[in-house]
């Protein structure tokens, strides 16, 4: 993997820490007293800076300037959420290392509940109509998928890391702007959520480019 890539993986830890309300330990030094007094603060854990914050270690990464990634908006029903924040919705920005693994970034919103999760996604393209010989089946993919993370609560999840699940499938179609266009679903958890935590599934619609 070359220099570049290797920035991008590292984007699973520093998109995780950004999220994280950031604790900074400064030491002063009196001139004349040669005594060291240790402050610390704590910085205000809310969606819009946790965002600014992802975006930055997004762009620091190279990942903005990658040309293999895939754009992935989806609704989200969670049956087991506390009632009347059951329905919701969020992105998925993947960087497609190739045709079978794909680091990436969720951001889930949910109600009351929001959520910035790193992930690594594995999947399997097969192309079942292939044999047929005609053009456009042996350019639709059929892909099963299955997806696992760490994310951290932005609003209404609890405290500490949480656990992110899902396995599903889409199919792969088309050609537009150099991509290709992939529909389907997921269906997995959230676990260390507090009330969030259980049972989602997810209906995405998508574009992806590079492989």
């Known amino acids: ?12 830890s520093a998109a995780i820490a950004s999220a994280v309300p950031a604790v900074a330990d400064t030491t002063s030094t009196n001139s004349t007293t040669a005594t060291s007094t240790n402050t610390t603060s704590t910085s205000t854990n809310t969606i819009a800076g946790g ?4 975006y930055e270690a997004i762009e620091s990464s190279g990942l903005t300037t990658a040309t293999n990634y895939a754009i992935e908006p989806y609704l989200t029903y969670a049956g087991d959420a506390p009632s009347g924040n059951k329905v919701g919705g969020g992105a998925f920005l993947a960087y497609n290392l190739s045709k079978y693994v794909a680091p990436g970034l969720e951001v889930d919103y949910l109600g009351q509940f929001s959520l910035v999760s790193a992930t690594v996604t594995l999947r399997a393209p097969t192309y079942p109509l292939a044999f047929t010989g005609w053009s456009w089946a042996t350019n639709m993919a059929f892909v099963p998928v299955a997806i696992a993370g760490v994310g951290k609560s932005l609003s209404g ?55």
């Open 1 to 12: 993997m070359n220099t570049k890539n290797n920035r991008i993986a590292l984007i699973l």
């Open 51 to 54: 965002l600014t914050e992802i």
């Open 157 to 211: 999840g609890g405290s500490g890391a949480i656990a992110v699940t899902d396995a599903g499938a889409y199919v792969e179609f088309g050609h537009l702007w150099g991509g290709r266009f992939d529909v389907g679903g997921t269906y997995g958890r959230w676990d260390n959520a507090g009330a969030y935590s259980g049972p989602r599934e997810h209906l995405f619609i998508g574009w992806s480019k590079g492989f």
